[in-house]
């Protein structure tokens, strides 16, 4: 029989969402070892553990997801979330730190982007005049697959920018790339199916998976990216693959042509379904303007999606994702039966933004500060750790991968270096089972070059004091 939270779920505020997520989420596995909920049992609903617990409903989905990455819950489509837990110890394997645990303004975090040069003056004048003229329907709960207005500025946008030739109608607006993978993994894999994802990979994929009932199989990646032989061998039949195209993350290898084909090969022999997650696009260098799948031949099982987080502002919570055109109107109705849509007016300031051509005037603006700042770094490391370090020579995103010239325990470092107030991350943690690299992710797009080159000091004085003799001998 399904129980009332009765006040046995709570939380203080004054946290960020994700850090009330994770605190919610460690509340409710308590209650499950401690036997108040049993195997079996449905739990109660978001909705109602949102209101126990004083946050939003957001929140409480966000934590029901890292339960199931667990595997201490399973959700059911269309019937609820049901404790999975049957007893005994859980393995208290620790998940991949992300951006959001760290203070962004820490640096080399990878959650920072480029706020010093967004244009705040011009989003404070289209907001302000938006809601002097906001229609009495943006004030609804929520507009279906995304607001008219943005879905078309979109449209245009990846025409112009990417060659993705579609109709507003095929666009569909979510708060985020996890809740994107969430609601396809819902809609097109069948339950107790399972989803090829990189592994490395960036940690949301897989609780998103998880959380929508799908079993993630980790794949592994190479120089060229996706090993599509390697998913094969795995699951030859799995119903999904997750995969980025520009810019893998967080080794920054680029999907190569014959792996696209491979890919789309492989969906169409088995009708499985691809997430083409294009979030490396904006800040690539120039000439390099690769074409995403999506834009290829025999791409009806494909789905692009991205984000406005690191080209916007993080807080904004936009994404979006380009669906097949027979997959559009049911993409629209699941969210809007779920409630998992996001705030309309500020996708109506965004399709302002867009439409005007101030997102375009921003992105170049961004993609100029964000390459001298990732030039500065790597010059930096060059002169203050190359006896320590290397750093992969990538000319896109908004971090740069740093290997060690030596065997080392790379997330033992990270800690050190989190210590003297560094937020580096350490690539080990971004594996699902034994890692088989090493080395450190170091975020630079929200540090101005000074702070880099300081930065770059202090990471090496943190090398050189854990630095053992024999590591040292490795470096001559």
């Known amino acids: ?13 004054g946290d960020t969402e994700l850090a009330l997520a994770r605190r919610l989420s460690q509340n409710l596995r308590d209650l499950i070892l401690a036997g108040i909920w049993v195997h079996g049992e449905k739990l109660p609903g978001t909705r109602l553990i949102a209101k126990d617990a004083g946050v939003s409903r957001w929140t409480a989905v966000m934590a029901i997801d890292l339960l199931a990455a667990e595997g201490l819950v399973e959700s059911r489509k269309r019937s609820g979330t049901y404790v999975n837990w049957t007893g005994g110890l859980v393995e208290q394997r620790a998940e991949p730190r992300v951006a959001d645990e760290v203070p962004p303004n820490m640096p080399f975090s990878l959650g920072a982007t480029a706020l010093d040069v967004f244009p705040l003056n011009i989003w404070r004048r289209i907001q302000t005049r938006s809601w002097q003229n906001i229609p009495l329907d943006a004030l609804q709960v929520g507009s279906g697959a995304g607001w008219p207005d943005l879905r078309a500025a979109i449209a245009t946008h990846l025409a112009s920018t990417r060659g993705i030739k579609c109709t507003p109608a095929r666009i569909v607006i979510v708060p985020s790339a996890h809740a994107g993978i969430l609601l396809a993994g819902e809609l097109l ?14 940690p949301g994929v897989r609780p998103a998976l998880t959380a929508a009932g799908v079993a993630p199989i980790a794949v ?3 120089r060229e990216g996706m090993n599509v032989a390697d998913g094969k061998r795995q699951a030859p039949r799995a119903a999904m693959a997750v995969v980025s195209g520009s810019r893998q993350f967080p080794s920054g290898t680029q999907l190569s042509a014959t792996r696209k084909r491979a890919l789309l090969d492989w969906s ?14 904006e800040f690539r260098n120039e000439r390099t303007n690769v074409a995403p799948m999506v834009a290829m031949d025999d791409t009806a099982h494909v789905l692009y999606m991205n984000t406005f ?48 051509g101030h997102f375009s005037k921003h992105l170049r603006r961004s993609r100029d500060a964000v390459a001298e700042r990732r030039d500065v770094l790597r ?19 908004m971090h740069l991968f740093a290997r060690f010239r030596y065997p080392t325990d790379d997330a033992a470092f990270a800690g050190a270096a989190r210590e003297a107030g560094l937020a580096v991350e350490p690539l080990s943690r971004f594996y699902a089972g034994e890692p088989r690299d090493a080395g450190l992710l170091l975020g630079f797009a929200g540090f101005r070059p000074e702070v880099l080159r300081e930065a770059s000091k202090r990471l090496a004085r943190v090398l050189a004091a854990r630095a053992t003799q024999r590591e040292l001998a490795w470096v001559g």
């Open 1 to 13: 029989m399904r129980r009332a939270t009765n006040g046995i779920v709570s939380l203080g505020g």
């Open 189 to 202: 894999c069948p339950a107790g199916s399972s989803a090829w994802t990189e592994n490395p990979c960036y």
């Open 220 to 222: 592994a990646v190479d």
């Open 268 to 281: 169409r022999e088995t009708g499985a379904f691809i997430i083409e997650d294009d979030y490396g696009y």
């Open 309 to 356: 987080s690191t080209t916007i502002f993080p807080s904004l919570r936009l994404a979006y994702l380009v669906v097949p055109a027979e997959l559009a109107e049911r993409f629209a109705s699941a969210l809007q039966m779920s409630e998992r849509y996001t705030t309309v007016p500020n996708q109506i300031v965004l399709a302002e933004f867009i439409a005007s």
């Open 379 to 397: 010059s930096a490391l060059a002169e203050d750790c190359a006896a320590f370090l290397q750093t992969d020579p990538v000319d896109c995103g």
